[in-house]
């Protein structure tokens, strides 16, 4: 079956970086558009970014653009988001989930916690 | 900014009742060349990612209870769910990917809850 697995919590300081995996299996990894999400706690969902796994291609929310770098192994299957020069108001979970040619999400990852703390 | 505005933010049903969600968006997310509508409803539960239960505005993914069903085109859209049961308990959101492949807005959530 399809799976999403996504790399642990984290803690980082403000204006540091951090970089988490999503190790996508049960399907055909070029195939579909992997997704960039994030949700503060109680709050709604905020669509970051989405990487072509066939070539590597990204494209960014305009409010993360020059913020985040996606990269992919396809030997591994798996997705790479790396958020840079993070604020308190990055501290949320963040999800990969596949993007099927609809446009819409129809498997995710359990989530990251990313908090950014002094 | 594209917004999404789901209504109520949160309801109460007794089992069985019917639930009524309803979201509008600030443009239509018909597509007329294919006569589709941009819009999916998941629900999340609590510590846990959303689940996908409904796409192009009324199709239901697979694996969805029949009891979910969406209705609405153009800007005003409807998640129903006919026969709420203990396990519906759930924040249930609306987004539109009309303008992917750069902007996927979600509506705000809506909090279900059993009376």
């Known amino acids: 079956q399809v799976q999403f697995v996504q790399s642990g919590a984290e803690v980082k300081k403000p204006g540091a970086s951090v970089k988490l995996s999503c190790r996508t299996s049960g399907y055909s990894f070029t195939s579909y558009a992997i997704h960039w999400l994030r949700q503060a706690s109680g709050q709604g969902f905020e669509w970051v970014a989405w990487i072509d796994p066939a070539n590597g291609a990204p494209t960014f929310s305009q409010k993360f653009q020059g913020r985040v770098t996606l990269s992919r192994d396809t030997s591994a299957s798996t997705v790479y988001m790396e958020l840079s020069r993070l604020t308190f108001e990055d501290t949320a979970a963040y999800y990969c989930?596949?993007?099927?040619?609809?446009?819409?999400?129809?498997?995710w990852g359990q989530g990251t916690l990313v908090t950014v703390s002094s | 900014d594209i917004v999404m505005t789901q209504s109520p933010d949160s309801l109460a049903v007794s089992l069985g009742e019917r639930a009524t969600i309803n979201c509008q968006s600030s443009q239509s997310v018909l597509y007329n060349s294919n006569n589709k509508n941009y819009l999916g409803w998941y629900q999340q539960k609590p510590g846990q990612p959303p689940r996908l239960l409904i796409y192009?505005?009324?199709t239901r993914e697979s694996g969805v209870p029949d009891r979910f069903s969406g209705s609405g085109s153009g800007t005003d859209f409807t998640l129903t769910i006919n026969g709420v049961q203990a396990e519906d308990v759930a924040v249930y959101y609306c987004q539109q990917y009309y303008n992917r492949p750069s902007m996927y807005p979600f509506g705000q959530g809506t909090k279900l809850e059993i009376k």
């Open positions: 989930a596949r993007g099927p040619a609809t446009g819409n999400f129809d498997h």
């Open positions: 192009w505005a009324s």
